[in-house]
């Protein structure tokens, strides 16, 4: 394909993945992955969206559900919706009022033991939120499917404008929870 | 009907399935079955058993492709395994090499 940088993965709310998924592009999730998702640049679980036990990437944004290792390179936010049972790895993260992390928050740049960071992952470099929020410009019909919520990957800028108050506001989406969960920020 | 595209930088191991059209730009090891059209484009590489609707092939697959309706094999391609569909479509310029099995029924 002559134009590669508009490309990225998306899986529809329709579809379900078991098994690998490796991009060097963002990977968007509207559908569900039962396995390891990877990316060089960004993952990202729309609300609706599944997947674990493992996702890894530089950022990792958390709008639907995800479970298992949820590792972010550089970064990792869940948002108002977004939901993750088990563990978070990042040295920056952000948590939207509303969201919610059932698990252990690791902020001291230590990763899952089983688990060699790929090469390319280092070595990319960061994108800008703004060129995140671009991508997203190409979503058209499956948004007008979605009962009016626009995908988190179309509104990238304005999540990341409001960053700075969900920091504050963290430990309220703490609290849902519930006593069993080993909730901790190391 | 929403759509499901594997990049052109992107590689799954696994099985892909659902109810939405699949675009392959990128690389599929697997199975892939989709009750939606399926769309190899031609950067596209399937090494998998597909089974869809409709499949159209504009790039590589290696495996066995059922088209339940039909089986297109477009300019470009390079198909090497077997197609079962009522229906085939292979253009010229096509590279293909199988067995084409054409008797089964509308479904």
Do not use: N
């Not at chain 1, 996702?55 to 559900?65: L, S």
């Not at chain 2, 253009?91 to 293909?96: E, I, K, L, P």
Request: glycine share 14%; net charge negative.
């Amino acid at each position: 394909m002559a134009d590669d940088q508009g490309t990225r993965t998306e899986i529809g709310p329709e579809t379900v993945v078991t098994g690998d998924v490796r991009a060097d592009e963002d990977v968007v999730v509207f559908g569900r992955i039962d396995g390891t998702v990877s990316s060089t640049t960004a993952v990202i679980v729309e609300d609706g969206g599944r997947v674990g036990p493992r996702v890894e990437a530089p950022t990792v944004i958390v709008a639907g559900w995800a479970s298992g290792d949820v590792i972010g390179t550089e970064r990792v936010e869940i948002t108002e919706t977004g939901r993750v049972l088990g563990c978070v790895y990042a040295p920056r993260m952000v948590l939207l009022e509303g969201g919610a992390v059932k698990g252990r928050i690791v902020m001291d740049g230590s990763r899952p033991e089983s688990v060699q960071a790929p090469a390319a992952a280092r070595t990319v470099t960061a994108r800008p939120v703004a060129a995140l929020a671009g991508t997203g410009a190409r979503r058209t019909s499956a948004t007008a499917t979605r009962g009016g919520r626009e995908p988190v990957s179309a509104t990238r800028a304005k999540v990341a404008a409001a960053a700075p108050a969900a920091r504050a506001t963290a430990k309220a989406g703490l609290l849902d929870l519930g006593d069993e969960g080993e909730s901790k920020v190391d | 009907m929403a759509e499901t595209t594997i990049g052109s930088r992107t590689r799954i191991e696994g099985s892909v399935t659902g109810r939405d059209v699949l675009v392959v730009e990128g690389e599929i090891r697997g199975t892939v079955t989709m009750d939606a059209p399926i769309r190899i484009e031609r950067e596209g590489r399937l090494e998998a058993e597909v089974a869809g609707p409709e499949v159209a092939i504009g790039g590589t697959v290696q495996g066995h492709v059922i088209g339940l309706k039909k089986v297109e094999i477009l300019p470009g391609a390079r198909m090497i395994g077997d197609v079962r569909t009522p229906r085939i479509l292979i253009s010229d310029g096509a590279v293909f090499r199988g067995r084409v099995d054409m008797d089964v029924g509308e479904g």
